[in-house]
């Protein structure tokens, strides 16, 4: 294992999102802060308690998920598509780095990004409603596996693209839908037939819960079952990424 190219991958990777940091970290902060604000405060006063939680308690666990998701998404989908439109996927590809070495690399500084934006979520929202972590093991599990498992799907989605509007097509037509439809802004238990059924088959609203449990103590869904799901998740993605990457798929010219 080629330890000192994987950590210079790393290293790269951090760097490139901390060179922008306006663009990178406080403009998804603010995003995800304007929805705290705006859904929290507008539905509280209608809504009061959720599953025995207020309602400004309720939305900061799946708050902090959009936060981690969409930027560990962003961060390695952008990265690796741009090295390929630039040409310079060549210096990647001839480098003694393997499929195993880009992919810690890659994920690795999109982890961090997405990790820095949910923690600073996390922080501003505990301004407003106070800081809550009632199981910090499992909180901390699954913050880890969500940007992890979004890392990931970047990358394949990166591998995929050949055009700009098509590295968008993952987050537009299916990470939006599956993100409203997970339980951020109310409790899956709610919805009516079919959706609440629909509902069991989507990953985001395993990571959602096993967040809410994490910080508030309280789930919709049991954190063991939803930490082995996840964990199913990850070990496919991660399968699909290193086969991709091995086998150089819409990677060489």
Do not use: C
Not at 31 to 50: D, P
Not at 78 to 86: G, N, R
Not at 98 to 119: K, N, S, T
Not at 179 to 187: M, R
């Amino acid at each position: 294992m080629n330890v000192l190219g994987m950590q210079t991958l790393f290293v790269k990777e951090v760097r490139r999102f901390m060179r922008v940091p306006g663009q990178t970290v406080l403009s998804p902060l603010i995003s995800t802060t304007l929805y705290f604000i705006v859904f929290g405060y507008s539905i509280s006063g209608r809504v009061a308690e959720v599953e025995g939680s207020p309602y400004l308690h309720f939305i900061v666990p799946g708050l902090v998920f959009l936060g981690i998701a969409n930027n560990a998404f962003l961060n390695s989908s952008s990265s690796l598509f741009i090295t390929k439109i630039q040409g310079t996927v060549v210096d990647l590809l001839v480098a003694p780095l393997g499929p195993g070495e880009l992919m810690a690399g890659f994920i690795g500084g999109a982890m961090v990004r997405g990790l820095v934006v949910g923690g600073l979520t996390w922080a501003v929202a505990g301004l407003f409603t106070g800081f809550s972590l009632e199981h910090a093991w499992v909180a901390a599990y699954f913050l880890l596996i969500a940007s992890y498992v979004f890392s990931v799907l970047g990358l394949l989605a990166a591998v995929w693209a050949e055009k700009f509007e098509q590295i968008n097509f993952f987050p537009t037509f299916v990470m939006l839908p599956l993100t409203f439809l997970g339980g951020v802004f109310y409790s899956v238990r709610e919805l009516p037939a079919p959706w609440s059924t629909v509902s069991l088959f989507n990953p985001m609203v395993y990571m959602v819960e096993g967040l809410r449990y994490g910080m508030l103590g309280r789930s919709a869904f049991s954190p063991a079952l939803g930490a082995g799901i996840l964990a199913g998740v990850a070990l496919v993605a991660t399968a699909a990424v290193y086969f991709v990457l091995r086998s150089g798929y819409r990677m060489k010219a």
